[in-house]
């Protein structure tokens, strides 16, 4: 049986890799080599060195040249470090490869090869605390390594003893392992569904209370906004993915009540094996009335996360919900440096500012709060609480006694 081999078991050093091109500039690679050194950070990795090289587009065999693969080795080997991170998904291919050069026989001493999927299924896996969340990732990690068996263990090309076998060759360990990941994949799949079913259940008994969700890039803030909302307690951390289980709340603003769910966080290149096996958690956003788009104008890369994001519930069948656009941590915004020669700081936007900016041209359905100063929360309250009152006046047009 295979034992998966988590990155948190690792000496904590990395070097982190990526490609410029034509779509994707230096500059833009190095703002996400930042998010990279971030998840990096949240599993536990220090990022030591970057490397980047400009490619028209990745190299089929070992995705970046093999001269820049050779100055990686060499840095790697002089320095001793444990882990490479790509930024983007390798081939089954060019894992087996890259893990060849860095891993020849002879070393004892293995260095780790991993992409962005890899290093986000084990954040997912380093944070998933109920069962279903555990499941959901279970199987995500599973379906990501089947097709990566070769390159990810070296002791399957060994064979088995052909005692008792026709021929005497055995049966090759990757045969065995992968037919037990296949089995796997079968009982996780056939207990999501069955979870699935519950959550079902659950959703419908909820009856025709109004349902909120929050969503965001990951690390905007959703869950401080929970708890402020909700006044729970709800796990809040600033690394990435604090939050992977959906939970959800009763909450009351006025004389509404409501429930808001807070939901797992989105982020670039979000695996396709992670969207699949979290659907029960989506459904909570296909399933909403309305939706809190959590966006924090903090993070230099903010107009991306919010484009993201828009794409992503597009890609999931949210994108014509009715949404607040919440514009949260004005109060941790610093204007851009253009000229790191120039020492004096502009004074931090008041709101009027920020009702001046693109953002507020978004329509009357979007505003700037800082959640954890509690800056603008009584306006952000009742913008809610309108658009709530509307949701109930169609759902309960002869209630009027609520409004």
Not at 32 to 55: H, M, N, W
Not at 62 to 71: L, R, S, V
Not at 163 to 192: H, N, P
Not at 358 to 375: H, N, R, Y
Request: hydrophobic share 40%.
């Amino acid at each position: 049986m295979i034992e998966i081999k988590k990155i948190a078991e690792q000496p904590l050093r990395c070097v982190l890799i990526g490609i410029a091109n034509t779509y994707q500039s230096e500059e833009k690679l190095n703002e996400y080599l930042d998010e990279l050194s971030f998840l990096a950070e949240t599993a536990g990795i220090q990022a030591e060195k970057r490397f980047v090289q400009r490619l028209d587009k990745p190299i089929p065999g070992t995705f970046i040249g093999t001269g820049k693969i050779e100055e990686i080795r060499q840095f790697v080997e002089a320095h001793q470090i444990e882990s490479v991170i790509f930024d983007d998904e390798l081939s089954p291919a060019q894992l087996r490869n890259i893990d060849k050069i860095f891993n020849p026989k002879e070393y004892d001493k293995k260095v780790r090869i991993l992409d962005r999927t890899n290093l986000i299924l084990d954040i997912f896996a380093q944070r998933a605390r109920t069962a279903h969340a555990r499941t959901q990732v279970d199987l995500a990690y599973y379906q990501y390594m089947l097709p990566r068996l070769k390159g990810m263990w070296t002791h399957l090309e060994r064979q088995r003893g052909g005692t008792g076998t026709r021929g005497g060759s055995g049966e090759k360990e990757i045969e065995t392992d992968s037919r037990i990941i296949r089995e796997r994949i079968a009982l996780l799949t056939a207990k999501l569904k069955e979870i699935d079913k519950q959550m079902l259940t659950q959703r419908k008994n909820r009856g025709e209370m109004v349902r909120v969700a929050l969503v965001g890039y990951t690390n905007a803030g959703k869950s401080t906004i929970m708890n402020l909302l909700s006044k729970s307690d709800v796990f809040a951390e600033n690394k990435l993915f604090a939050t992977l289980d959906t939970t959800v709340r009763k909450v009351v603003i006025g004389n509404l009540p409501f429930l808001l769910s807070d939901t797992v966080g989105f982020i670039r290149k979000l695996p396709t094996q992670l969207i699949e096996s979290f659907k029960s958690t989506l459904d909570e956003l296909r399933e909403s009335d309305l939706l809190l788009h959590v966006v924090d104008v903090s993070h230099p890369q903010f107009p991306d996360h919010y484009a993201i994001v828009n794409q992503t519930l597009a890609e999931i069948g949210g994108a014509d919900k009715p949404t607040i656009v919440v514009f949260n941590k004005v109060d941790t915004y610093k204007h851009p440096v253009h000229d790191p020669t120039d020492l004096e700081t502009q004074p931090a936007p008041t709101l009027d500012d920020w009702e001046k900016t693109w953002m507020s041209k978004l329509g009357d359905d979007c505003i700037f709060i800082s959640a954890t100063e509690k800056l603008n929360i009584d306006v952000f309250r009742q913008k809610v609480y309108d658009r709530i009152a509307d949701i109930y006046k169609i759902r309960y047009p002869y209630h009027h006694f609520l409004f």
